[in-house]
């Protein structure tokens, strides 16, 4: 017993290993994230998400759940963000915040019907809360994009599972996390260069 514990790694240096192995995809994340929408309070929201993203992902494919440790610290530095980007811009948290409760309700809806997890309706909370601070447009495409996203990937999902049929219904599951992200990350890189192309 005491030889296997001398040779366990200390927690302290696995936890800043695994802190540091993230740093590139967040960082990527949170660059493209402040470029695509500007130097504002904002940002730091996004900045938020960028740094759980990968772990979020990880996590949700390796065992089908979005640990609250990393979702539910994003609600107040996303609603403070958004509430200091409304003072300096003069436009309306409000309206965020309707964009946030929109996507929570919408997903609570289908979370109640069997379609995904709770861990979803609380990510998708505080994703449609920060993209509501960009615009309803990008709130709303972003949830568009997640759906879009889940369904190629569910699509994927069936046609790799084997043509027996004997796969069991947990092979069939397919973690939504990763979409819900993907489709927060492609509407706050794409939708603000729509909107200075169309200008």
């Not at 500007?38 to 494919?61: F, H, K, S, W």
């Not at 440790?69 to 300096?88: E, F, H, Q």
Request: glycine share 14%; proline share 7%; charged share 10%.
């Amino acid at each position: 017993m005491t030889s296997t514990r001398l040779h366990e790694p200390p927690a302290a240096p696995l936890l800043l290993r695994q802190l540091v192995a993230r740093v590139p995809v967040a960082s990527v994340l949170a660059v493209l994230g402040v470029l695509a929408t500007g130097i504002r309070p904002l940002a730091l929201g996004i900045v938020a998400v960028a740094a759980v993203t990968e772990e979020l992902v990880r996590v949700d494919v390796a065992e089908h759940r979005l640990p609250n440790r990393l979702v539910l610290p994003l609600y107040p530095v996303v609603l403070l963000s958004l509430i200091a980007d409304g003072a300096i811009s003069g436009s309306n948290p409000l309206v965020g915040i309707a964009a946030g409760a929109g996507w929570l309700l919408f997903l609570l809806v289908l979370c109640l019907a069997g379609g995904m997890g709770m861990g979803d309706v609380k990510l998708g909370g505080v994703l449609g809360l920060c993209l509501g601070g960009l615009s309803v447009v990008t709130s709303i495409g972003g949830l568009m994009l997640a759906f879009v996203a889940g369904a190629i990937g569910g699509v994927i999902v069936l046609l790799r599972r084997p043509a027996s049929g004997g796969a069991s219904r947990g092979a069939l599951r397919v973690p939504f996390g990763p979409f819900l992200l993907a489709g927060f990350w492609l509407a706050v890189v794409c939708f603000p260069l729509l909107a200075d192309a169309t200008a």
